[in-house]
């Protein structure tokens, strides 16, 4: 006979990840403890763009609930100095503040019967065979599964050990409207290339107020506080200059992750699940909060502690998609000037892009067509092969 357990199911972080692997496990009927280290509403630094795909996994009513703008519109600058629009006649995103997002999330887990403990950090945890004992700030808890949802920052940092990884460190700061010289588009999203090194800055519309922000690989960008300086100077839009706060986003770079283990699941950030190019982590992280508590439900009906079905959904479903994201990212972020020169020849790039992100287009189509075009214009039949590993993540 198993020993008694007091939960089913642990889950470390209330982010999008956790939040929707605890909804899933309640609403199949099983006894769920969420672990947050923060107390909620919380601020979290994010763009808080969500692409259209998110409708697969949020139902239309807590969308309407939680979406404060819609997109319709890109603008892309080149080195601020050279600006492209394009306009899409279906949407192709929203924009939530990450405050009101993660804690509609969390009541959605909580109304569904799981439990949830604020200001509780999880701080270590063992594996036994038949369960999982957790370490608290409020104590020792036992569990069946224990599910790591616990972002970029789990405490031990594992990341930083990694050389070489491509993790992101983003700085973004909000500008309330009243801090703007004129209003901003609120169905305009604008991401700037050629601002900074292998990566780029945004300027993302959210209710009142603009997500301003820039995204590198610290790798490739040695003066990042000269390039953020020189970023904000060249937003002519802003009165003053905001304080940007910095977060990492390890993204997918095609090196091994445990994504489950005995007993153990890692979703969203905690597993790497951050598209490339774009550093796109929500509906990742929501995506592989479901999967997670869909392997973890099954192994609790059957008995058989299995997770092996997790990693190869990811396999499936993501890392295809991830490793051309990755592809470009290389190509796009080293040569932001090849990438830009394209934009302004084939604007149908834009409309496949616009498909991608409302589900209907994935990245190798992307990305075919633009080594086509890219091979078409200069005869070269090397260009967007692998490029050399010594250079890139
Ligand atoms: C500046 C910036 C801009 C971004 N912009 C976008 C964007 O526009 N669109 C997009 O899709 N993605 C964006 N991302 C990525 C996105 O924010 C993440 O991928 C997403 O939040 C991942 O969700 P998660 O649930 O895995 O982790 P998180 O949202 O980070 O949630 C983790 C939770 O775990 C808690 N926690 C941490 N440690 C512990 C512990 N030991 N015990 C208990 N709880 C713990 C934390 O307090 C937190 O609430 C951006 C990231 C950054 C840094």
Redesign the pocket.
């Known amino acids: 006979m198993s020993p008694p357990v007091d939960f089913d199911v642990i889950v ?8 929707m692997a605890a909804a899933a496990l309640s609403r199949a009927g099983w006894k769920v403890l969420v ?4 107390t909620f509403p ?1 601020s ?8 259209r795909r998110v409708e697969a996994l949020l139902p239309r009513p807590l969308l309407d609930e939680v979406v404060e703008n819609t997109i319709s519109r890109a603008i892309f600058t080149f080195k601020q100095k050279e600006t492209l629009e394009f306009t899409t006649s279906q949407p192709a995103a929203y924009l939530v503040r ?1 405050e009101v997002f ?1 804690l509609r999330l969390a009541r959605e887990a909580e109304k569904s019967g799981a439990e949830f403990r604020f200001s ?4 270590s945890f063992q594996v036994f065979p038949d369960f999982v004992t957790v370490n ?1 700030s409020a104590g020792i808890f036992k569990s069946r599964f224990l599910v790591l ?7 031990e940092r594992p990341f930083k050990a990694r050389r070489r990884s491509l993790t992101y460190l ?3 700061g909000p500008v309330p409207d009243s801090g703007l010289v004129t209003p901003w588009p609120p169905e305009a999203v604008a991401v700037h290339l050629g601002s900074v090194a292998f990566g780029y800055g ?1 300027t ?1 519309p959210c209710g009142n107020r603009l ?1 301003v ?1 820039i ?1 590198f690989w610290p790798e490739k960008e040695r003066h990042p506080k000269r390039s953020r300086d020189h970023f904000l100077k060249g937003l002519s839009l802003l009165k003053n200059r905001p304080r940007l706060k910095g ?3 390890p993204c997918y770079d095609g090196q091994p992750v445990p994504y489950a283990g005995d007993r153990v699941l890692r ?4 597993a790497r ?2 598209e490339p190019f ?8 929501l995506w592989s ?1 479901r999967q997670g508590a869909e392997v973890i439900s099954t192994a609790l009906k059957s008995g058989d502690p299995d997770l092996g079905p997790y990693p190869q959904a990811i396999a499936q479903h993501l890392h295809p998609e991830f490793a051309r994201a990755l592809q470009l990212a290389r190509w796009v972020y080293a040569c932001p000037g090849l990438f830009w020169w394209l934009l302004k020849k084939h604007n149908s790039i834009m409309t496949i892009y616009f498909s991608i992100l409302r589900g209907q287009e994935s990245y190798d189509r992307f990305f075919w067509e633009f080594k086509k075009k890219i091979r078409h214009y200069t005869g070269l039949r090397w260009v967007l092969g692998e490029p050399r590993r010594r250079f890139f993540p």
């Open positions: 470390a972080g209330a982010g999008p990840g956790g939040s672990l947050e280290k923060k919380r979290k630094p994010c763009g808080g763009c969500l692409s990450r993660d509780t950090s999880l701080s608290t949802a616990y972002g970029a920052y789990p405490g983003a700085l973004e945004w993302f997500s922000g995204s977060h990492l986003i979703v969203g950030d905690a699940l951050v774009l550093g796109e982590g929500i509906y990742y992280a909060g």
